[in-house]
């Protein structure tokens, strides 16, 4: 145990305790740090063009996630002509249409190593070059097995995407604004499905050998501008730091932080964090085989999350609401797609809602939000299912509470898993961990859809979705258990919570206990220094 004494000099300025035993870093000890780096410094300078660049960085890093999105909207429709087309199968029609998130892991997969080798920008790059060459073949396909080939490529590129555009964001993005712009893939996400959805009612009056591949075409302009942007982003100044080029690093902490004073503070920081993340073991070793209690903790909440996102059956509902509708009474396919319209625009206005909250009310308040709200309206989605008929009492019913547990899901769970999930790991693990999460989440999300039609002959519509109301209940404990909050504190501070008071039947793990007493001599040294400078200018 290491303590030192209150002192009273130093211009108000106390040494605190600090017990290695009970590994207790406080809050106020991180602010009093970043003021004390700096004790001579009187106005701090602000760059006033650092929050729209950030901005702008994080859209043009999002732009990936429309392509995701518009394939979910737009195959909710498009498969309604493809299977008449090509006269698929039920199960032909489910494997197509789950198979590109469990194809998507692969990518997830590669994408943590493949982010760490070429950077983060340029892995953006090459996931919106495999899914554009997907989604080309998927257009122009004949038959089932071109069908699946396009698919397949999509399916991969979307892994790249969806696992690296949070982590960019996320190391670019200032601790006070990094949720709201670490939450900008899910909004963009909501923003292709809402395109997709307007593209199926707009196009569904062509004929239907050819309506479909124009719906599935459209997908491959956002290329143009993901292209565009990989010449206006920099590259993320944590990566740069990892491959040792901290004068690039250094340049892009000042376009991304509005007060320039703490750039080289931030930069220490980043530095000392890669110094562990080029030290020890392979990441995945870190991760798999013999991980700490802390990474354990960040494992569970990283993975569990992203897993509980995806088993309430958001997917299901986005993908088959047509089906959903056709069930409850609506018989015209142009009803049935205006009606998922509906859902589009309620996905996309609640998201946006979400990005003004999620860093003034904090990432856990969102989350019981949205998962209590997500249950009563699944549970009421399942008993209207269940015992309404084809009636219009019924029918609102079944569209006001798909759209209800939409709105839940996207101002709550939607977007705060991926902020979550790309906030919480240290940076030798982040990329990995991130992706590990991502896959948890495409193969949770291709179980749901490559078994909804399969489970609901089985036990009805309205059966399945008691079941989901049933998962969305228990993910209401897990929110309380294991997510912490993270609202306002830096990457490394977020970090520590999961270090802290962190014991395995009375023994913490040596990694954790080397990290911290790095971390708490580093703040011992700059401590001293200040009450020195302090007294000596006395």
């Known amino acids: 145990m290491m303590n030192t004494q209150e002192n009273g000099n130093g211009g108000g300025k106390k040494f605190r305790r600090i017990d290695l035993g009970k590994m207790e870093l406080e809050d106020e000890e991180e602010e009093e740090l970043s003021a004390a780096s700096h004790p001579l410094q009187g106005n701090v300078n602000t760059n006033n063009k650092s929050g729209s660049c950030v901005m702008a960085y ?42 590109l998130s469990i194809i998507s892991l692969f990518g997830s997969l590669a994408g943590g190593k493949t982010s760490d080798a070429i950077g983060r920008k340029w892995t953006m790059g090459l996931a919106s070059l495999v899914f554009q060459s997907g989604a080309a073949i998927t257009a122009l396909a004949t038959s089932f097995t071109l069908l699946m080939t396009g698919r397949l490529l999509s399916g991969i590129g979307i892994g790249f995407g969806i696992m690296i555009a949070p982590i960019y964001i996320a190391e670019i993005a200032p601790s006070t604004a990094r949720g709201t712009l670490t939450s900008l893939p899910e909004i963009f996400i909501n923003l292709g499905i809402l395109l997709g959805y307007i593209s199926n009612y707009a196009l569904s009056g062509l004929p239907s050998n050819i309506n479909w591949r124009i719906m599935l075409a459209v997908g491959i302009l956002p290329s143009v501008f993901i292209g565009f942007a990989l010449f206006v982003i920099p590259e993320s100044p944590r990566w740069l730091v990892m491959q040792n080029r901290i004068d690039e690093a250094r340049i892009v902490l000042l376009k991304t932080n509005e007060n320039g004073s703490e750039v080289d503070d931030r930069l ?8 562990f993340a080029n030290e020890g073991k392979a990441a995945w070793r870190d991760m798999l085989v013999n991980p700490t209690p802390g990474v354990r903790k960040m494992l569970v909440t990283g993975c569990g999350i992203q897993i509980f996102q995806q088993i309430t059956g958001i997917d299901a509902t986005v993908y088959y609401s047509p089906t959903i509708f056709e069930n409850a009474g609506i018989k015209d396919n142009t009803d049935i797609l205006a009606a998922t319209v509906a859902v589009g625009f309620t996905k996309t206005i609640f998201i946006l809602i979400a990005i003004f909250l999620i860093d003034r009310v904090g990432r856990k308040p969102l989350l019981y939000v949205s998962t209590i709200g997500m249950t009563f309206c699944l549970l009421c989605l399942g008993l209207t299912l269940w015992t309404s008929g084809e009636g219009t009492t019924g029918i609102v019913l079944v569209v006001l509470f798909v759209c209800g547990n939409v709105a ?22 982040r990329a990995q961990a991130s ?24 036990i009805t519509v309205g059966g399945t979705f008691l079941v989901f109301a049933a998962i969305s209940a228990v993910s209401v404990a897990f929110v309380h258990k294991c997510v912490p909050e993270t609202k306002g504190k830096s990457l490394e501070q977020i970090e520590m919570l999961f270090f802290k008071n962190d014991r395995t039947e009375g023994e913490v793990g040596l990694g954790d206990v ?15 220094c200040f009450s020195f400078e302090n007294s000596h200018f006395e």
């Open 58 to 99: 994080a859209i043009f890093a999002s732009l990936n996630s429309v392509l995701l999105g518009y394939d979910v909207g737009v195959m909710s429709g498009a498969i309604l002509f493809i299977r008449d087309d090509l006269k698929l199968t039920e199960v032909q029609e489910e494997v197509f249409v789950g198979i």
């Open 268 to 275: 220490a920081e980043i530095r000392k964090a890669a110094t």
């Open 408 to 429: 839940f899901f996207s101002i709550g769970i939607g977007p705060v898993c991926w902020v979550v999930s790309s906030e919480i790991f240290p940076l030798k693990l």
């Open 435 to 458: 992706a590990m999460g991502a896959v948890g989440s495409r193969v949770s999300s291709g179980l749901v859809a490559m078994s909804f039609l399969s489970v609901t002959r089985a």
């Open 514 to 528: 080397e990290h911290l007493i790095d971390r708490c001599t580093a703040k011992l040294w700059v401590r001293i």
